[in-house]
């Protein structure tokens, strides 16, 4: 799958408190620049910005300009990072054969399938925490009794 693509990404975040967000920024921008599928060409961190005073969420954001080898890296990199918009500057267009398009659709379908069942064992584990929780506020109860 030849043709490098260029593109540009917004990748956003949302947390607090504002230190984690901007941990968690600096980690992301770590990763992609350890990322042997592309490579970073430019950079704009936004600063975390108090969104919500009530809650204490802050958001910020990278825009990232990045190159890749082939559009099958490009893709991977949306269906991982989850970027808010994404904008392809180069080539102005992209002729896809039926295998190179096939590869794409299944490492996206991988993802979703690791995700999903990430997922299920998340569920499950707050379903033994819950019961767990559950037990222990009844021996509280009757403790207190």
């Given at each position: 799958m030849?043709?490098?693509v260029i593109l540009k990404?917004?990748?956003?975040?949302?947390g607090k408190?504002?230190?984690?967000?901007s941990k968690t920024l600096d980690k992301v921008l770590e990763k992609l620049e350890g990322d042997e599928t592309l490579e970073v060409?430019?950079?704009i961190k936004a600063e975390p910005d108090l969104?919500?005073?009530q809650s204490g969420m802050y958001t910020a954001f990278l825009e990232v300009e990045l190159e890749f080898l082939n559009i099958r890296y490009a893709m991977s990199f949306i269906v991982e990072y989850l970027p808010t918009s994404v904008e392809i500057l180069e080539p102005s267009s992209i002729k896809v054969t039926n295998?190179?398009?096939t590869e794409v659709l299944n490492d996206m379908a991988h993802f979703q399938i690791k995700n999903l069942n990430e997922n299920h064992k998340f569920k499950a584990h707050n379903h033994?925490?819950?019961?767990?929780?559950k037990e222990l506020e009844d021996k509280l109860k009757i403790s207190n009794q």
């Open positions: 030849g043709n490098k990404a917004i990748i956003d975040i949302a408190p504002e230190s984690l967000v060409v430019d950079v969104q919500d005073e295998e190179q398009l033994i925490l819950q019961k767990q929780i």
